[in-house]
Structures are given as structure tokens and as C-alpha cells.
Nanobody, 122 residues
Framework: QVQLVESGGGLVQPGGSLNLSCKAS????????MSWYRQVPGNQRKFVAS????????AYADSVKGRFTIFKDNAKNTAWLQMNSLKSEDTAVYYC???????????????WGQGTQVTASS
């Protein structure tokens, strides 16, 4: 069964750093774009950052540019989100999103992780 597993969330003081990871597991033929979203209770899930199939095209939400960095390693089926200079407004549940081509499939399908809580608070 193909799934995304996130880790690395936690509590950090404003100005601190966290590194989230997202690993795709299962029988996977190909890893496409991998992205991070975040959601605050009562609000819609919002885009944070994305990384294209081969890590060339990167995109960031304006609110995290210059502070967050996304990168991936296709050999490890893993993407990371390095978050620096965290602010209280970065507090949210962070979700990994990926386009994966499972073994036996001719097409990519979209997968979501279970989410990991990030809290920036003193």
C-alpha cells in the first residue's frame, strides 16, 4: 500500500527552526511533484511549498519565502521542508502532498500524509 509518512513536527520558540520530512513508502515506480500544505483549525488548507519531479522547479507561498526551503531525494522517495525563523503565524498542521506512480499503474495519483503539528510559541 502506497502512503506518505511525515515526521519532524513539534514545539519551537519563535525564531527557531524545524525540519519536516515526508517519505513515500510502498511499491512506487516514480515520484512526481511533492508539496507541503498547512492548515489552521477552521481555515482552508493552504499551499506552502512545492518541488518538481527532479527538484528543479521550486515554488513557495509569499509568507514563507526566504525562511523555508523544500528539497527532495528521489532515490529515497523523501522530501523535506526546512523551516527557519519560525513565527507564531506558522503554527498549523503541516501536510505532505505527492504525485506518485504506483507499481502496475500507468498514471500518477495524488496522495496526502496524515499531517504533523508545528507550533511556534514562547
Amino acid at each position: 500500500q502506497v502512503q506518505l509518512v511525515e515526521s519532524g513536527g513539534g514545539l519551537v520558540q519563535p525564531g527557531g527552526s524545524l525540519n519536516l520530512s515526508c517519505k513515500a513508502s510502498g511499491s512506487i515506480l516514480e515520484v512526481g511533484r511533492m508539496s507541503w500544505y498547512r492548515q489552521v483549525p477552521g481555515n482552508q488548507r493552504k499551499f506552502v511549498a512545492s518541488c518538481s519531479s527532479f527538484g528543479i522547479d521550486l515554488a513557495y507561498a509569499d509568507s514563507v519565502k526566504g525562511r523555508f526551503t523544500i528539497f527532495k531525494d528521489n532515490a529515497k522517495n523523501t522530501a523535506w521542508l526546512q523551516m527557519n525563523s519560525l513565527k507564531s503565524e506558522d503554527t498549523a498542521v503541516y501536510y505532505c502532498n505527492a504525485l506518485l506512480r504506483p507499481l502496475g499503474s500507468d498514471t500518477f495519483s495524488e496522495f496526502w500524509g496524515q499531517g504533523t503539528q508545528v507550533t511556534a510559541s514562547s
